[in-house]
């Protein structure tokens, strides 16, 4: 399972917010460039409905695919009562043919986006991911050369950190502590409820692109 949070900042705080990464890891960013197809299962498959999405990293000198599969959230007063969302996820890597064989078996495309951006990670009571991405859509199947933002002014700023049945309290914790870092430049929240942006981001992303960002953990 993994506990995320999301948010979204305006293009012109991006600049503030990689700063203020960086100095928080110490390390340099990755690249992000990666194409992500939605497939959704055919009735041949069975009455309930099945999602995959196959994620294919074109960042590395070989793109490399991987199979991704969200599950449900965590329900019951427990979660309702936390800020983060905890799901089920199970990810494989694949082979190039994975898209052939999802398409063989009765899998069809729903939609793709190619996502790009950049990435810090941490290990700060757990193994969290921060991930600034811009989702842009194709107007040809499969032709990323020619992608266009979907919302050209906004990009989205996803935290993760894998988790197990015995320790998500302590990785929820540990994701709620590290967006108190990242608080005066946007709203983090559960998938599904954002909060728009945050009125302090264009005075923090001056004062940090003054003083040249924050320190290293």
Same mark, same amino acid.
């Given at each position: 399972?993994?506990c995320?949070?999301?948010?979204?900042?305006?293009?012109?705080h991006? &600049?503030?917010?990689?700063?203020?990464l960086?100095?928080?890891?110490?390390?340099?960013?990755?690249?992000v460039?990666? !194409?992500e197809?939605?497939?959704?299962? &055919?009735?041949?498959? &069975?009455?309930?409905p099945?999602?995959?999405?196959?994620?294919?990293d074109?960042?590395?000198?070989?793109p490399?695919?991987t199979?991704r !599969?969200?599950?449900?959230?965590?329900? &019951?007063?427990g979660?309702e009562?936390?800020?983060?969302l905890v799901?089920?996820?199970?990810?494989s890597?694949?082979?190039? =043919?994975?898209?052939?064989?999802?398409y063989?078996?009765?899998?069809?495309l729903d !939609?793709?986006?190619?996502?790009?951006?950049?990435a810090?990670?941490? !290990?700060?009571?757990?193994?969290?991911?921060v991930t600034?991405?811009?989702a842009?859509?194709m107007?040809?199947l499969h032709a990323?050369?020619?992608?266009?933002?979907?919302?050209?002014?906004?990009?989205?700023?996803?935290?993760?950190?894998?988790?197990?049945?015995? =320790?998500?309290?302590e990785?929820?914790?540990?994701?709620?502590?590290f967006c108190?870092y990242?608080?005066p430049l946007?709203h983090l929240?559960?998938?599904?409820?954002s909060?728009?942006?945050v009125?302090?981001?264009?005075?923090?992303?001056?004062?940090?692109?003054s003083s040249?960002?924050?320190?290293?953990?």
């Open positions: 399972m993994e995320v949070v999301q948010g979204i900042i305006e293009n012109q991006v &600049g503030a917010l990689e700063l203020l960086q100095g928080l890891s110490g390390a340099p960013k990755e690249r460039r990666v !194409h197809l939605c497939l959704k299962s &055919g009735p041949n498959l &069975g009455v309930a099945s999602e995959v999405r196959l994620l294919c074109l960042a590395q000198p070989t490399s695919w199979i !599969h969200v599950g449900g959230a965590m329900r &019951g007063a979660a009562q936390i800020s983060v799901r089920s996820i199970v990810e890597k694949a082979s190039k =043919n994975v898209l052939h064989y999802f063989t078996i009765g899998y069809k !939609h793709e986006l190619l996502k790009i951006g950049f810090f990670r941490f !290990h700060r009571g757990a193994q969290i991911t600034v991405t811009s842009n859509k107007a040809r990323t050369d020619e992608a266009t933002a979907v919302t050209p002014a906004i990009q989205l700023v996803e935290i993760t950190a894998p988790a197990a049945a015995d =320790n998500y309290n990785v929820v914790s540990a994701v709620t502590a108190e990242l608080a946007l929240s559960k998938p599904g409820h909060t728009g942006i009125a302090t981001a264009a005075a923090a992303a001056a004062s940090l692109m040249g960002g924050g320190k290293t953990l």
